[in-house]
């Protein structure tokens, strides 16, 4: 069964920095991986998406990677801003199935 | 991409009643699913909704407590039945299509209060 794990749970980091979010899962035959992003009590935005075939993908500030033989992904945040504050989260699926999720992780930029 | 309507966004209802949450599509997609998000928790897939035949569930969620329609290829209902306090959570619905490198979208949730 496809497990989904994120580190860290929670991160704090002043205005600017630039930050790493990681996400490893246990079957590395997988489909696609994605990465969203929850404020509080809102759905999910769609930041990333990567296929297996790729190693990574861009967009604007945001940089993720995948190893897919190693079952790992990262996503880069440059320049951090308060405005990236909210929950990050890591999902992959397998052919015609759906997303299965890690936990997350709650990013607080301070100002 | 895909524009979801899902409604109701929030409800709170009494123990014992039931809900019912309305998915809608911009765009015909092969795959629906409905997850839930209880507190401070991620994810988790309750089923996927199958056009013009019964839902599949996952382990721990059963046809008699989350009903699922979904007659055509862009609406998708599930209904939360006889509603406890431990059904408070997000209800949200996700569509795809069938295939690698297609992106997955969601609705913006309902959240249910469960009283």
């Known amino acids: 069964k496809q497990e989904v794990t994120q580190i860290p749970a929670a991160l704090s980091v002043p205005e600017g920095e630039n930050l790493v979010l990681n996400c490893s899962f246990t079957d590395s035959a997988i489909y696609n991986l994605q990465w969203f992003r929850q404020d509080p009590g809102k759905g999910l935005t769609s930041l990333l998406l990567?296929?297996?075939?790729?190693r990574e993908q861009t967009s604007g500030r945001l940089n993720a990677s995948l190893d897919k033989s190693s079952g790992r992904s990262t996503l880069y945040i440059a320049a951090s801003q308060p405005g990236d504050s909210a929950t990050y989260l890591c999902a992959v699926n397998q052919a015609g199935t759906a997303l299965i999720f890690g936990k997350g992780t709650t990013l607080s930029v301070s100002s | 991409s895909a524009v979801i309507s899902q409604k109701p966004s929030r409800d709170i209802c009494q123990r014992g009643t039931s809900l019912t949450i309305q998915c809608q599509v911009d765009?015909?997609?092969?795959?629906m699913f409905w997850y839930r998000q209880q507190p401070g928790q991620s994810l988790t897939l309750i089923a996927t909704a199958n056009q013009g035949s019964e839902a599949t569930y996952e382990s721990g969620f059963v046809i008699d407590k989350f009903p699922i329609s979904r007659p055509n290829l862009t609406f998708s209902t599930l209904t939360v039945s006889n509603m406890s306090p431990e059904d408070s959570s997000i209800y949200l619905c996700?569509?795809?299509?069938?295939?690698?490198?297609?992106?997955?979208?969601f609705g913006q949730g309902t959240r249910l209060t469960v009283v």
């Open positions: 990567i296929q297996s075939s790729q």
């Open positions: 996700s569509v795809t299509h069938r295939g690698q490198g297609t992106e997955a979208f």
């Open positions: 765009s015909q997609v092969t795959m």
